[in-house]
C-alpha cells in the first residue's frame, strides 16, 4: 500500500515538473516573426518614436504593458532601443 501511494506521488510529481527553458517559452516572444502575427507592426510605449533612416512606422500598437513584458521576455524584440518592438511598416 505504502509503495502504491509513493508511485502515485512520484508520477504526480514528475508530471507537474517543467523545465525553466519550457517555462518561459510563450511562442509569441520568442522571435519577431511571431510577434507580427498579433502586432503586425510591433507594439511601443505610448510616446515611442521610431528611429529609421526612412519613413518612421507610426502604425504600431501603443501599449506601455504589452511593451514591458515582451521586453522583460526577450530583449532582442527591440534591437534599436526606440521602445518599439518589432516595429515594421
Do not use: Q
Amino acid at each position: 500500500m505504502l509503495r502504491a501511494l509513493v508511485a502515485v506521488v512520484l508520477t504526480a510529481s514528475a508530471v507537474a515538473v517543467v523545465s525553466p527553458a519550457e517555462a518561459h517559452t510563450t511562442g509569441l516572444h520568442d522571435n519577431c516573426t511571431n510577434f507580427n502575427k498579433k502586432y503586425p507592426h510591433g507594439v511601443g510605449t505610448r510616446k515611442a518614436h521610431d528611429k529609421t533612416s526612412g519613413t518612421p512606422v507610426t502604425s504600431f500598437k501603443r501599449a506601455n504593458k504589452i511593451y514591458w513584458a515582451a521586453e522583460k521576455h526577450n530583449g532582442d524584440l527591440d534591437r534599436d532601443n526606440d521602445r518599439i518592438a518589432c516595429e515594421k511598416a
